[in-house]
Structures are given as structure tokens and as C-alpha cells.
């Protein structure tokens, strides 16, 4: 359920930068950045993400090629 869509953003952003340094395949680190924007939609402003939740999050993650 929608908590709050406040810092989806900079989680989905620190995830993606956090994955590629680390050397995650692209369709990789965005579906890690996804579900982790998406578990902060899901957790009180300010509060960490559960690792947990974002686990359980990005297999529901579908990355599809454009064009």
C-alpha cells in the first residue's frame, strides 16, 4: 500500500549507482532500483527500506525492451 512517494526517488537513484558500480548488469540494477522505490512507497518518510521487501519486490519487477 501507497505510504508516501517522498525519496522513491533518491532510493531509486542510490540503488541504480549502487549496482552499477558494483557491476550489476544494467536490466539488473534497474529492477534493484525499481523495488526499491517502490518499498519506499511503502515505508514511512525516513525511515530505512527493509531489504526483506525490496527482496520480495523485484522478481514483480518487469523490465521490457522499448521499440
Given at each position: 500500500d501507497l505510504v508516501t512517494t517522498v525519496g522513491a526517488g533518491d532510493a531509486m537513484v542510490a540503488a541504480l549507482a549502487m549496482a552499477r558500480q558494483r557491476g550489476d548488469a544494467p536490466a539488473d540494477a534497474l529492477r534493484?532500483?525499481?523495488?526499491?522505490?517502490?518499498?519506499?512507497?511503502?515505508?514511512?518518510?525516513?525511515?530505512?527500506?527493509?531489504?526483506?521487501?525490496?527482496?520480495?519486490?523485484?522478481?514483480?519487477?518487469?523490465?521490457?525492451?522499448?521499440?
Open positions: 534493484l532500483a525499481v523495488a526499491c522505490a517502490a518499498a519506499s512507497c511503502m515505508t514511512n518518510g525516513g525511515e530505512c527500506l527493509s531489504p526483506g521487501l525490496v527482496r520480495e519486490l523485484q522478481p514483480r519487477v518487469r523490465i521490457e525492451p522499448v521499440g
